[in-house]
């Protein structure tokens, strides 16, 4: 954790996902040029795998253009912050994460995609005994999928987001430096209420149930085009798509 990351202007090393592209990306600074660029990460890979700190999480409204960057969040769980009254702020997300080879990356989004699939995985592990615990998820990005907007007559891609792991939070460095504001979730065991309800006639998945689940996977099923390589800070902002 940087000393001067908590001062207002002062963008931290942060994590990127372009939805147009499919790709995700580290923010960096470049000293050659001055300006910010863009280290493509390979989907699937080790250097994809970060902790969460999901005891820090935020959420309030942002607006991001080029040349603007505007977030205004607050912990989860308390107070939301006021609506700022402008139609160009949007429901955002922030959070940070960790890994070896990079180090703490912020995590900040106000893009439709990767919003729902950051608070996706956050109401997920809320299921886990080890949040109940205190320890934080280790969350791996491990591939992507085509997410079509009727309303503006294209598709854009979500990140695909899966827990593989847990780790002791003070045991990641800036995250023991950084007091939790998210208190732990309530131990919660979610295999005994369907473990009791199995049998139950209600429950039971219909033939054509089953049949249309099935052609509905087989219509996403190979939608792997090769993704773009976006290289600059304004590749990975995208204001059009609308709040679902």
């Known amino acids: 954790m940087s000393d001067i990351s908590d001062l207002h202007g002062v963008i931290p090393t942060s994590l990127r996902w372009n939805a147009e592209g499919g790709v995700l990306g580290r923010s960096v600074f470049d000293e050659a040029t001055g300006e910010r660029a863009i280290d493509v990460i390979e989907l699937g890979s080790n250097a994809a795998k970060f902790a969460m700190d999901i005891f820090c999480r935020e ?31 949007r429901p955002a ?3 940070w994460l960790w890994n070896p080879s990079f180090g703490e990356l912020r995590l900040e989004t106000n893009q439709t995609t990767f919003l729902h699939a950051i608070t996706g995985t956050w109401d997920h592990c809320r299921s886990f005994e080890e949040a109940s615990a205190g320890k934080v998820p280790v969350i791996h990005f491990e591939s992507r999928r085509e997410q079509h907007y009727p ?52 429950l039971r998945e219909t033939p054509l149930q089953k049949n249309l689940a099935e052609k509905l996977a ?27």
């Open 93 to 95: 997300v922030g959070c």
């Open 218 to 244: 087989g219509k996403t099923a190979g939608k792997r085009g090769k993704p773009a390589k976006p290289s600059t800070i304004g590749d990975f902002i995208d204001d059009e798509i609308p709040e679902l």
């Open 151 to 202: 309303t503006l007559g294209k598709s854009f891609w979500a990140p695909v987001i899966r827990i593989v792991g847990w780790y002791e939070r003070d045991k990641i460095p800036p995250f023991a430096l950084r007091e939790p504001t998210v208190k732990s979730p309530p131990a919660f065991d979610g295999q005994v209420p369907f473990a009791l309800l199995e049998g139950h006639e209600a």
């Open 59 to 89: 959420r309030g409204y942002g607006r991001i253009r080029a040349g603007l960057y505007d977030m205004r969040l607050t912990p989860v769980g308390s107070n939301a912050p006021d609506w700022p009254g402008d139609d160009e702020f």
